[in-house]
């Protein structure tokens, strides 16, 4: 199958590698020549701007959109909306706000385009690991991309199957899920990364906890001299907490315990918010994924080794660099 690419960042680039692969053909485009030029080395098809895109692509059309979300994601759709013709497919693979997914496609239904938002979990990892897929759509436009969505997941891999999960949906278990009609996939996203922000507060605050087990301020003998990498690598091994954040944060551990390279100055894209605001407005509490985002705020006003726990593990999975001082 084809498919257009725009943006090829931390996640865009390796999704047209995975694709192509898969034996997919891609054409791609980003504002760095650099990147397009890369891509093109590997078999990728190069282009010049988003009209020379859609120009070498083979209708119904599918271009998967991977840029920031907000002003850049509605100027890409916006100049795409007017290249593309009746029956084309946009997708929105970062992580837009889910009620801009429900206005978008209703404005692009008008013009005679599909419109499908995908929540896409990975970071730097994808093309190794796969990319855990949300994806908010119609049916039959989901079910026209199942090839695109089958290649870029992690598949069954060595995860046991549930038990009760006899008669449902496989694609889930392969990695992928249809979560529903437009901003479906990206409202589960969205309050998939607030949970994230959860469990990486705990990490954070439970390691922080640790390494001040030795603080002066403590009576002598209950002054306790623990090793976190070590601590953080036998969780990793048959523990009730073992995850891929674990893993990461092991990871950093090992190389440097105290964390010297990060200063803890912790940033949120916007998703632990969304969150809030979806929990507001439906009435449920969402105590400890408020305190998550809160913490991050703090953050960047006194950081404590928690918060360079939290910045590690996000490097970690997303490469994401803290801000320079």
Not at 1 to 29: D, E, S
Not at 118 to 133: A, D, H, K, Q, Y
Not at 225 to 245: F, K, P
Request: neutral net charge.
């Amino acid at each position: 199958m084809q498919l257009g690419i725009i943006g090829l960042g931390r996640m865009g680039g390796n999704i047209a590698r995975r694709l192509m692969l898969a034996g997919h053909t891609t054409v791609v485009f980003d504002r760095d020549t650099k990147a397009v030029a890369t891509l093109a080395r590997e078999k990728a098809a190069g282009a010049n701007d988003l009209r020379d895109l859609v120009a070498k692509l083979s209708r119904p059309r599918a271009v998967w959109i991977m840029v920031p979300a907000g002003a850049a994601t509605e100027a890409t759709v916006a100049e795409l909306a007017g290249l593309m013709e009746s029956g084309d497919i946009i997708i929105d693979g970062g992580n837009s706000f889910w009620k801009d997914d429900i206005r978008r496609a209703r404005e692009l239904k008008a013009k005679g385009l599909r419109y499908v938002d995908v929540g896409t979990s990975g970071g730097v990892w994808g093309l190794e690991r796969g990319f855990c897929m949300m994806i908010g759509g119609d049916k039959d436009t989901v079910a026209h991309l199942d090839p695109i969505f089958a290649a870029l997941a992690p598949g069954e891999g060595g995860i046991g199957k549930t038990p009760t999960r006899r008669g449902r949906d496989p694609r889930v278990e392969r990695g992928y899920i249809h979560a529903g009609s437009s901003g479906a996939g990206h409202f589960v996203k969205m309050i998939h990364n607030g949970i994230e922000y959860g469990l990486m507060q705990a990490y954070a605050e439970g390691f922080d906890i640790l390494r001040n087990a030795n603080s002066q301020t403590l009576p002598e003998e209950e002054r306790l001299d623990l090793d976190l990498a070590d601590i953080a690598e036998v969780w990793r091994r048959g523990s009730v907490i073992t995850s891929w954040l674990l893993d990461l944060t092991a990871t950093a551990l090992a190389e440097d315990a105290s964390l010297s390279s990060y200063s803890g100055h912790v940033e949120d894209s916007g998703e632990g918010r969304w969150t809030l605001l979806a929990a507001i407005a439906e009435a449920v509490p969402a105590e400890v994924l408020s305190a998550a985002l809160y913490a991050r705020f703090r953050s960047r006003q006194d950081h404590t080794y928690a918060e360079k726990i939290l910045s590690a593990m996000r490097k970690g999975f997303g490469g994401h660099v803290e801000p320079k001082a």
